[in-house]
């Protein structure tokens, strides 16, 4: 038996993929590489010592899934493929619709027809939308999301429980993550990006790496205690071991389940430069600017309810996730692209 991990070249797939080697699970990787090297497949090998079985293609293309799935004794998908930048849905939603929304459709009639039962689903925080009470909890209520990006992994929870519910059979688990950060310790594998970053720390990286002049903090006068927005940051290793939780914990689970996978404990911006500065010894410039629209003073993850019944929470903490993006930019400063 094997799991079919969908955009397993990415950045979180391809850190759960070496989890779940290392923990003797036979793996299968469908990417269509729209934002993933075929280098990181190479590293994957390189670290685990392993050939890999790896497809390059589209998870739109049914041909595909059916074959993939007649040759393949699958248990389980793990769905990470997706496109993830908000600002590009911004302005392409249609693609985003198509590819994610429609993409996880196609997915799910074709695990239906093969008889796959087991569905885990990579979705965000960004789902408790804009009015939602702090700390975000599962039992929140969801929607007023505020871009198609988000919208879209919100109507995808929405499809996944309604199809669960006529399937009974079917076991399906959505998990909420916060701000994933870092990489694998090795310095092997870690988010291998292109372009200008959106998010924070992929941006401090590069001003640290001289590729970007200065930071530009979006917004000061937040009602927080330095007045800078925060986040829950989140190991991605944390989060990639995480996933074997669900794993291991989905004969308990009977029809769709929601957990938040997230630290529990915040970072102000002005915070995270600190620490950055401190671990590798760099400046890092900044400048104010204007609140970024969208973005919200400050959330984080209720965890208790991985913890209970998942038995897992984030054991890494922020000086270990910095260090460990840190090392690898140093040993990758221009990715693997
Ligand atoms: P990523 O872009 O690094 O990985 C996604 C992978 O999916 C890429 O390798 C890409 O090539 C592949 N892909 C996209 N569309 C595809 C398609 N139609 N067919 C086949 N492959 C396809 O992103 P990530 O950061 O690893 O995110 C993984 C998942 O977690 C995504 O679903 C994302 O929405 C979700 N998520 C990410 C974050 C984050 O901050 N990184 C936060 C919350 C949720
Ligand atoms: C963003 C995404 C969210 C995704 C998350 C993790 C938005 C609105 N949301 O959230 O969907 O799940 O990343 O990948 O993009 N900041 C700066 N300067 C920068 C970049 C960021 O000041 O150049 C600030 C932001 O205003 C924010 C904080 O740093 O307050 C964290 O930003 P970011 O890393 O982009 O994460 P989120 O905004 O939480």
């Not at 239906?112 to 909890?137: E, H, K, M």
């Not at 992929?202 to 590729?211: E, F, H, K, M, S």
């Amino acid at each position: 038996m094997a799991i079919l991990v969908t955009g397993g070249a990415g950045y979180i797939g391809s850190h759960t993929v070496l989890i779940l080697l290392k923990y003797g699970i036979e793996v299968v990787i469908l990417d269509n590489l729209c934002n993933a090297s075929h280098k990181i497949i190479n590293r994957l090998e390189k670290i685990t010592n392993k050939k890999l079985i790896f497809i390059e293609n589209n998870i739109v293309n049914r041909i595909c899934l059916k074959n993939l799935f007649k040759k393949y004794d699958i248990s389980t998908v793990m769905h990470f493929a997706a496109l993830k930048s908000i600002n590009d849905s911004l302005h392409q939603p249609l693609l985003y619709y198509s590819n994610n929304v429609t993409g996880t459709i196609i997915l799910l009639e074709e695990m239906l027809s093969a008889n796959i039962r087991n569905f885990i689903f990579s979705s965000s925080a960004t789902v408790y939308g804009i009015d939602s009470p702090i700390p975000y909890c599962e039992t929140n209520s969801i929607g007023h999301t505020t871009n198609p990006y988000s919208t879209s992994k919100l109507m995808i929870e929405f499809i996944i429980r309604d199809f669960v519910k006529v399937n009974p059979s079917f076991k399906a688990v959505a998990l909420r993550y916060f701000n994933p950060v870092g990489a694998h310790e090795s310095g092997e594998l870690g988010e291998n990006s292109t372009g200008v970053p959106n998010n924070l720390l992929p941006y401090i990286a590069q001003v640290a790496l001289g590729r970007l002049k200065k930071l530009n903090i979006f917004g000061n006068n937040y009602n927080t205690p330095d007045g800078t927005a925060q986040r829950d940051y989140l190991h991605v290793i944390d989060l990639a071991e995480g996933h074997l939780n669900v794993l291991n914990h989905l004969p308990k689970i009977k029809g769709y389940k929601v957990y938040n996978f997230g630290s529990g404990k915040i970072f102000s911006v002005l915070e995270v430069i600190k620490i950055f500065e401190k671990i590798s010894g760099k400046k890092i410039l900044f400048e104010y600017k204007p609140r970024r629209e969208g973005d919200l003073p400050s959330f984080w993850a209720d965890t208790s309810l991985a913890k209970n019944e998942l038995g897992w929470q984030a054991k890494r903490d922020i000086y270990t996730m910095i260090r460990d993006m840190w090392n690898w930019y140093i040993k990758n400063p221009n990715g693997l692209n």
